[in-house]
């Protein structure tokens, strides 16, 4: 399944920013966008005090159009390590890896396995 509107990849802080210096009530929200076929996926959105999520780029995802399959979890400082999925404080020595080894993986150094 293909996404409705793949254009707005990687324009939803733009957005999401932009939507919400338009309308002050609006609160500028970081996080993941679960999608049923793209699994956790980076983004950015809007929400109101009365926690209604206001999303202009959810056609981004292959499921975004379906209103009851979107799922959105707000990013609470820690992130799954891009080289093992080991979640990591944003705030870690190897810039959001749990560990050199991952680091040097995914940047295609040879290195041991991840031990952490």
């Not at 293909?2 to 500028?28: F, I, M, S």
């Amino acid at each position: 399944m293909n996404p409705r509107q793949p254009e707005l990849r990687g324009t939803c802080k733009a957005a999401a920013t932009a939507l919400a210096e338009e309308d002050p009530a609006l609160t500028v929200v970081r996080g993941w966008y679960i999608d049923a076929y793209w699994g956790r996926q980076e983004h950015w959105w809007c929400i109101r005090p009365d926690g209604e999520i206001v999303d202009p780029t959810v056609e981004q995802f292959p499921t975004g159009h379906v209103p009851g399959l979107r799922q959105y979890i707000p990013y609470d400082g820690v992130h799954p390590c891009p080289g093992c999925g080991l979640d990591v404080q944003e705030a870690h020595n190897y810039s959001g890896f749990c560990c050199g080894e991952c680091f040097g993986i995914t940047v295609g150094l040879p290195a041991g396995r991840c031990e952490c």
